[in-house]
């Protein structure tokens, strides 16, 4: 365990059954956390101030676990999110990583693996952040990571966090291609398997965000087989002259 400031890291459990939150409790405090357990989402958003981590049950007797991710991350921004979820297919887990989960673990789970997927989360946590970045630009999009927006032609952009994410690193590489494993690395921090339409459907979102389109695409290109092209408009690279009639 990661000491935080150097004091124990402290857990907020949110899980209304009993049989996986007692072991989950011994498990973590066996491990050295400081651990809280509530079995509600109105508890868990009472409780979430000064939390490093915050293990969230989806379903909750009182409210939707996505939804109480999504209030946890207005109210206790500096805490990471493991969703626990009993909700295996792909659209859901998405809507949770993108309601601000950092990652997630499928129920029935292995309490080792919790606590590696716990462990990797505080630490990333723990990381100083990286020196502000200039606005990125490519085009008419514009990215500032620093504040998190972006706009298409001056008008800003309504984007989830995973869609500023990919629309950041596609315009940082503009005229490259990334790879889906990049992206999947660098906005999901993760490898999971069957990740591919999580990655298509948020292209397609992000598209739409952007007034683009896959099949005449003016800013995203899809390469085939390998990632994706954030079209940079090669204003540094001399056009060719117009031909003299
Ligand atoms: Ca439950």
Redesign the pocket.
Known sequence: MDRVDGRAPIILLV???DG?ARPLVAALEGSGYTVTRVSSGQQALASAAGVDAVVL?????DLDGVEVCRRLRRRAPQARVLMLT?RTTEADVVVGLDAGADDYVTKPFRLAELLARLRALLRRGNETAPPERSVLVAQDVRVDPAARRAWRANEELELTPKEFEVLRLLVEHAGRVVSREQLLRDVWETTWGGSSKTVDMHLSWLRKKLGDSASSPRYITTIRGIGFRFEDDGEDEPRPSTPVA
Do not use: R
Request: charged share 40%; aromatic share 0%; net charge negative.
């Open positions: 899980e209304d059954d996986i049950d989806l379903g909750l007797p009993a």
